[in-house]
Nanobody, 121 residues
Framework: EVQLVESGGGLVQPGGSLRLSCAAS????????MSWVRQAPGKGLEWVSG????????SYGDSVKGRFTISRDNAKNTLYLQMNSLKPEDTAVYYC??????????????WGQGTQVTVSS
């Protein structure tokens, strides 16, 4: 059974940083692209970032480019999202998602339960 468990969310002041983690199990993590997707209150899903299976190719949404960094540790079956210079508009539930194949823009077939990030003073 595929499981994706996010952690690291919380309340942070504008300009602050957080690092999200996603512990993966139930599949061969190193073979699949992974993504982070978020949903702000009252809004639809927004793709944030993707990374390929090997971790050497990444892509970011325009709203987070230059502030967020996606990475992975295939030895630990863990996906990360380092978020810097956070803004109130980054407030959302952040979901870890497994790709259908190895690329960084792979369609998603499994989702985690999400972790709340709130940026507020």
């Amino acid at each position: 059974e595929v499981q994706l468990v996010e952690s690291g969310g919380g309340l942070v002041q504008p300009g602050g940083s957080l690092r999200l983690s996603c512990a993966a199990s139930g599949f061969t993590f190193s073979r699949y692209g992974m993504s982070w997707v978020r949903q702000a209150p009252g809004k639809g899903l927004e793709w944030v970032s993707g990374i390929n299976s090997g971790g050497d190719s990444t892509s970011y949404g325009d709203s987070v480019k230059g502030r967020f960094t996606i990475s992975r540790d295939n030895a630990k079956n863990t996906l990360y999202l380092q978020m810097n210079s956070l803004k109130p508009e980054d407030t959302a539930v952040y979901y870890c998602a497994k790709g259908f194949w190895s690329g960084y823009l792979s369609p998603i077939d499994y989702w985690g339960q999400g972790t709340q990030v709130t940026v507020s003073s």
